[in-house]
């Protein structure tokens, strides 16, 4: 009884025999069997059998791993071949790669000698941000048959981080914040979302310092509330809180959140404005005119016919002032046009808006020959929220009554009375007008005359009191 088992590695065939009870012709023939099937591969095979040392090429390869790249660059990946056997790998090709790798260089040939090593080199030049893996084959003969193997180049392009700053509000600024105007006393805080535009993670080397008013809320960074740490990853965003809380004086600042950061690839700079404006919130009336307006001379006349003048007055500051009482010191010879605040053609009422401005109209209408004097006080609440304060604004008048103007002729100006005159002939006489009143004349116009009296001239217009 006799059995065989055959078993192949390398193709290196060997037999195992189990005689039982056989003959010498049956064991002749197992001989020949062995003989023939070892003389099928020549060469190295041969040397395999008569020396147990020898083995067939096999190739191992490193350095196929690539470190995360930055997108649209290009780096150089060289690889290496080792051949850990003692037969010579022969033939041996690789496959060609594809975007965003290419060849470039390199030391393999077609043979590679046992125990010895070679390198190739790849370009890596990837334009997009990605994972990219490419499987290549590699073909050769191990000294005993052909064979092929697969091995893969792998790498990661990311963009460089970079970071914005932005409100997510309607009218956002990009570069900039303003936290507008901010009454004394009074915080504001202001959520700032920190995004990181690009595929790798920034790491934060130095925040800027923000100085009083402005501060991160609870005086630490990224401010309560705030999600930030100092590595941000990338393409993702976090939250900084940010507090205006002025006191003092009023005032207005600028100043500069500015964070200096790892690209991933280099460093990189943001520096991103804060702005705001303190103010003191409390409604402020004044009189455009200043301290004193004064109406000049103006003849005795009764209230209804007075003279008439325009005071505006303002509220500069971010609040209403409220209820506003108006008083005249002096009802005589000074009131509000028609009677009533604010007088007639004026349009103020008891509020005056913040940053607004509204008319008070006046009347002068002396009653006396002498000067007079009145102050106008607005008195008005500030409408402070936390503590409204009583305030007033005045305005000092001034005027003197005169009497009105009187037109009379010149005594020395001749007769009204024209002498017997020969027809078709003329004669011309000048008269001379003169006020002896203490107001000016004026809208002086002539009459209408009759022919044969036509006006021939005259320098009359205005005429003042007498000097």
Same mark, same amino acid.
């Given at each position: 009884?006799?059995?065989?088992?055959?078993?192949n590695?390398?193709?290196?065939?060997?037999?195992?025999?189990?005689?039982?009870?056989?003959?010498?012709?049956?064991l002749?023939?197992?001989?020949?069997?062995?003989?023939?099937?070892?003389?099928?591969?020549?060469?190295?095979?041969?040397k395999?059998?008569?020396?147990?040392?020898?083995?067939?090429?096999?190739?191992?390869?490193?350095g196929?791993?690539? /470190?995360?790249?930055?997108?649209?660059?290009?780096?150089?990946?060289?690889?290496?071949?080792?051949?850990?056997?003692?037969?010579?790998?022969?033939s041996?090709?690789?496959?060609?790669?594809?975007?965003?790798?290419?060849?470039?260089?390199g030391?393999?040939?077609?043979?590679?000698?046992?125990?010895?090593?070679?390198?190739?080199?790849?370009?890596?030049s990837?334009?997009?941000?990605?994972?990219?893996?490419?499987v290549?084959?590699?073909?050769?003969?191990?000294?005993?048959?052909s064979?092929?193997?697969?091995?893969?180049?792998?790498?990661?392009?990311?963009?460089?981080?970079?970071?914005?700053?932005?409100?997510?509000?309607?009218?956002?600024?990009?570069?900039?914040?303003?936290?507008?105007?901010?009454p004394?006393?009074?915080?504001?805080?202001?959520i700032?979302?920190?995004q990181?535009?690009?595929?790798? /993670?920034?790491t934060?080397?130095?925040i800027?310092?923000l100085?009083?008013?402005?501060?991160y809320?609870?005086?630490?960074?990224?401010?309560?509330?705030?999600?930030c740490?100092?590595?941000?990853?990338?393409?993702?965003?976090?939250?900084?809180?940010? !507090?205006?809380?002025?006191?003092?004086s009023?005032?207005?600042?600028?100043q500069?959140l500015?964070?200096?950061?790892?690209?991933?690839?280099?460093?990189g700079?943001?520096?991103?404005i804060?702005?705001?404006?303190?103010? /003191?919130?409390r409604?402020?009336?004044?009189f455009?005119?200043?301290?004193?307006?004064?109406?000049?001379?103006?003849?005795?006349?009764?209230?209804?016919?007075?003279?008439?003048y325009?005071?505006?007055?303002?509220?500069?500051?971010?609040? /209403?002032?409220?209820s506003?009482v %108006?008083?005249?010191?002096d009802?005589?010879?000074?009131?509000?046009?028609?009677?009533?605040y604010?007088?007639?053609?004026g349009?103020c009422?008891?509020?005056?808006?913040?940053?607004?401005?509204?008319?008070?109209?006046?009347?002068?209408? %002396?009653t !006396?020959?002498?000067?007079?004097?009145?102050?106008?006080?607005?008195?008005?609440?500030d409408?402070?929220?936390?503590?409204?304060?009583?305030?007033s604004?005045?305005i000092?008048?001034?005027?003197?009554g005169?009497?009105?103007g009187?037109?009379?002729?010149?005594?020395?100006?001749?007769?009204?009375?024209?002498?017997?005159?020969?027809v078709?002939?003329?004669l011309?006489?000048?008269?001379?007008?003169?006020?002896?009143?203490?107001?000016?004349?004026?809208?002086?116009?002539?009459?209408?005359?009759?022919?044969?009296?036509?006006w021939?001239?005259?320098?009359?217009?205005?005429?003042?009191?007498p000097?």
């Amino acid at each position: 009884m006799v059995k065989i088992a055959s078993y192949n590695r390398h193709s290196l065939a060997y037999v195992l025999v189990l005689l039982s009870e056989m003959d010498i012709m049956k064991l002749i023939c197992l001989i020949f069997i062995i003989i023939t099937l070892s003389a099928c591969n020549a060469g190295d095979g041969a040397k395999l059998l008569k020396n147990g040392k020898n083995t067939p090429a096999e190739i191992i390869i490193t350095g196929n791993s690539i /470190d995360t790249k930055e997108v649209n660059t290009t780096t150089n990946v060289t690889i290496t071949l080792k051949n850990s056997g003692s037969f010579s790998a022969t033939s041996l090709t690789i496959s060609s790669p594809s975007t965003p790798f290419s060849y470039m260089s390199g030391t393999c040939g077609t043979t590679l000698a046992g125990g010895e090593s070679c390198t190739q080199t790849f370009q890596f030049s990837p334009t997009v941000e990605n994972s990219y893996s490419q499987v290549f084959s590699l073909n050769y003969n191990n000294g005993i048959l052909s064979t092929s193997q697969n091995f893969s180049l792998n790498g990661q392009a990311l963009t460089k981080g970079s970071l914005v700053i932005r409100t997510l509000q309607a009218g956002d600024l990009f570069s900039s914040y303003n936290f507008g105007v901010v009454p004394l006393d009074t915080s504001r805080d202001q959520i700032l979302n920190v995004q990181n535009t690009g595929g790798f /993670d920034v790491t934060m080397v130095s925040i800027g310092t923000l100085v009083s008013p402005l501060s991160y809320k609870g005086g630490i960074f990224p401010g309560t509330g705030g999600t930030c740490s100092f590595v941000i990853a990338g393409h993702s965003a976090c939250n900084i809180v940010l !507090t205006y809380f002025p006191t003092g004086s009023e005032g207005s600042i600028a100043q500069d959140l500015d964070l200096n950061y790892l690209t991933g690839v280099g460093v990189g700079n943001l520096n991103y404005i804060i702005n705001g404006t303190a103010i /003191d919130l409390r409604g402020l009336i004044t009189f455009n005119d200043g301290a004193n307006y004064d109406f000049a001379n103006f003849p005795l006349n009764p209230s209804s016919y007075g003279k008439n003048y325009a005071i505006v007055i303002e509220n500069s500051r971010y609040i /209403d002032s409220v209820s506003i009482v %108006p008083t005249l010191t002096d009802t005589t010879n000074f009131s509000f046009r028609g009677g009533a605040y604010p007088g007639t053609g004026g349009d103020c009422s008891t509020t005056l808006p913040k940053q607004s401005t509204c008319t008070i109209m006046l009347s002068f209408h %002396p009653t !006396t020959l002498t000067a007079h004097t009145a102050t106008l006080n607005l008195n008005y609440n500030d409408n402070h929220a936390i503590d409204p304060h009583t305030a007033s604004a005045n305005i000092v008048l001034t005027g003197t009554g005169v009497t009105a103007g009187l037109l009379e002729l010149d005594p020395i100006s001749p007769s009204t009375v024209f002498p017997l005159q020969e027809v078709s002939t003329e004669l011309n006489r000048i008269y001379t007008l003169k006020n002896n009143g203490a107001y000016t004349i004026t809208n002086l116009r002539t009459g209408t005359i009759t022919s044969p009296y036509i006006w021939t001239g005259g320098t009359c217009l205005i005429l003042g009191p007498p000097l």
